[in-house]
């Protein structure tokens, strides 16, 4: 079935840094891609999503490229901020799944001033 | 954007209670809607679509008669957790798509949650 896989946290980063989350899916069919953040205390919120392949999604500062021939949508940041601390999660959805809504693991991010 | 609340949003209950845990999308309808459980620092895992005016999907491994949903109108949907034991505890949470067309990618839009600590 359809799965996601991303980088085990945490990771811990100084202010400013380079971040990168690795994650690489497994889907039939051509799945939308996500990912989704949930901020210490709170409920998850879409991040930013790309629909098809080499789209890329955006959205504060974050990027992930949909790489349809490494299944992956790793998701980059140049500069990261102490705000950014937070859980982040890949996701997939496919028509396949009727639209459900298929979660990697989370990596949990935090950010030293 | 779209609303989706939950109520309760924590819940205590002694063990061998029914609790009841209500999604509703506040400015959309919804068909369909998403129940998931997460565990402490860990992923959200599927556990059912709920189906206006129809029977429950169950991913597998899910107990359809410990966890009841009902879909009774097109903005609301309730997880029920039959006779609760402590390791139901779970943070439990909804999800309910907009439909972008046939061209489109549903948007998912989750509630805040429900925390569960069973006694």
């Known amino acids: 079935g359809d799965s996601v896989t991303q980088m085990e946290g945490p990771v811990t980063l100084s202010e400013e840094a380079f971040l990168t989350i690795n994650c690489t899916y497994t889907?039939?069919?051509?799945?939308?891609l996500f990912w989704y953040v949930q901020y210490p205390g709170e409920g998850l919120q879409l991040l930013l999503k790309?629909?098809?392949?080499?789209d890329k999604g955006s959205n504060k500062g974050f990027e992930a490229t949909y790489r349809k021939e490494t299944t992956s949508f790793h998701l980059e940041k140049g500069s990261v901020q102490v705000s950014d601390s937070a859980v982040y999660f890949c996701a997939l959805s496919s028509y396949s799944s009727a639209s459900k809504i298929i979660f990697g693991s989370g990596t949990r991010l935090s950010i030293r001033p | 954007g779209a609303v989706v609340s939950q109520h309760p949003s924590w819940v205590i209950c002694k063990s061998g209670t029914s609790v009841k845990i209500e999604c509703r999308s506040l400015d959309f309808q919804a068909t369909t809607m998403f129940w998931y459980r997460q565990f402490p620092k860990q992923s959200l895992m599927l556990m059912a679509t709920s189906n206006e005016g129809s029977k429950a999907t169950y991913e597998q491994g899910v107990e359809k008669d410990k966890f009841l949903i009902n879909h009774a109108s097109l903005t609301l949907s309730t997880l029920t957790v039959t006779s609760a034991h402590p390791e139901d505890s779970s943070f439990y949470i909804c999800s309910a798509p907009i439909a972008a067309g046939v061209r489109g990618t549903d948007t998912q839009y989750f509630g805040p949650g429900t925390r569960l600590t069973v006694l």
């Open positions: 889907a039939t069919g051509y799945p939308s």
């Open positions: 790309a629909t098809k392949a080499d």
